[in-house]
Structure formats: C-alpha cells, structure tokens
C-alpha cells in the first residue's frame, strides 16, 4: 500500500498568513494526489484534485502543485474560516490512503 | 443538488454484522465511482471500500477486507456497505463519498456513526 506522511502534523498561524503543507508518498504516484479540508463534525470537503487543479467553488487562495512523491498545498492570505484539519489523498493505486492530518490553528 | 444520504449505523456488538445505505440524488449515479470512508473518533481518515460505476470492480482497505461488501443498485441510486464480524476498532463515522472522475471525492453524504462494543 501507498503510505501518505504530512507534515507538519499542526501548525500555528495567523490571518492574513501564507501557509505550507506538504505530503509525501512512499512511491510515485504521477498526479493523483487530492486535499482536502475537515472541520470539526462536518464531512471533509474537497479542495484540489489531480495534485493542482481547484475544486469548483473553493477559493483562489488555495492551491496545490507536486508530483511524483512530493506534494504541497499552499494557503494565502488566510481567512478565519480555513483554520481546520487538512489531509491529503492519494488516488494512484487502491487502497486509497490518506495523510495523517494537519491541523491549522490560529 | 447533489446529495448523499446515509443511514444504518447504530450500536452493535463485536462479532457482529450491520449493513449501511446510501441514497443518492442530484446527479446521475450509474456513471460515477462512489466510495466509503470511516473516521474513528478523534482520529484521520481512512478509506475504506470502492466500487466502479457500473458493479464490476470492488476494492477494499486491508483492514476490512473478507469482513466488508460494498455494493451498488443503479436503478435505486443506492450504495450499501454490508458489515460482518465487526470489531471495536470498525467504530467510526462512515461516511458516503462520490468520484469525480479524476478520483478526487467531490460530494461527501453526513455520515453515520457505527459503534461496536458490548
């Protein structure tokens, strides 16, 4: 199975902040690679698809780029809304495994 | 709209089986790969089963495979996941997922909590 490690596991920001998460794959998996926002008792809501394209209706601040092991998804400008738990997921091979988290605080 | 609209969870003892739905509307069903995804309280997420759009192919976490069935009725736009031998460690939110056909899950129903313990 494709083993999916995020880092880091929490992050500490503020609003108006550029953020980083990065996720990496044990093995290469070309662009299938998906993010996704949790908060809490809420279902996860998909972000980026295919490592770096924008789900329709997510905003522009978001975004993501990678490919082959290393990928990374980038929030600007952060808004009070996006603080949340943040996965990754990767699509290449079944299982699909997901990251263990990030959570982004203020 | 697209909606996805689970039900079936509930308390069950280990050992035990308990089998979950998923009405689906909004959108056309048959063409779409739909998936499970559980999430144990406090903890990530975990996929847990796939099936392709039209029934053919069926996959499945290490952890629940032999034990779970997922399985699809296009013609009532419903997705099943049949749960036998449950054990404390398959309690979660499970969720219902939809494919947007570049494997990403667009739609995500409420979810439903299955709670295994004696």
């Known amino acids: 199975d494709v083993q999916m490690t995020q880092s880091p596991s929490s992050l500490s920001a503020s609003v108006g902040d550029r953020v980083t998460i990065a996720c990496r794959a044990s093995q290469t998996i070309s662009n299938y690679l998906n993010w996704y926002q949790q908060k809490p008792g809420k279902a996860p809501k998909l972000l980026i698809y295919?490592?770096?394209n924008l789900q329709s209706g997510v905003p522009s601040r978001f975004s993501g780029s990678g490919s082959g092991t290393d990928f990374t998804l980038t929030i600007s400008n952060l808004q009070p809304e996006d603080f949340a738990t943040y996965y990754c997921?990767?699509?290449?091979?079944?299982?699909?495994?997901f990251g263990q988290g990030t959570k982004l605080e203020i | 709209e697209v909606q996805l609209l689970e039900s079936g969870g509930g308390l069950v003892q280990p050992g035990g089986s308990l089998r979950l739905s998923c009405a689906a509307s909004?959108?056309?069903?048959?063409?779409?790969?739909m998936s499970w995804v559980r999430q144990a309280p406090g903890k990530g997420l975990e996929w847990v089963s796939g099936i392709r759009h039209s029934g053919d192919a069926t996959y499945y976490a290490d952890s629940v495979k032999g034990r779970f069935t997922i399985s699809r009725d296009n013609s009532r736009n419903t997705l099943d996941l049949q749960m036998n031998s449950l054990r404390a460690e398959d309690t979660a939110v499970y969720y219902c997922?939809?494919?947007?056909?570049?494997?990403?899950?667009?739609?995500w129903g409420q979810g439903t909590l299955v709670t295994v313990s004696s």
């Open positions: 997921q990767q699509s290449y091979s079944s299982p699909d495994t």
């Open positions: 997922a939809k494919h947007n056909g570049y494997d990403g899950l667009d739609y």
């Open positions: 295919a490592a770096s």
């Open positions: 909004g959108f056309t069903f048959s063409t779409f790969v």
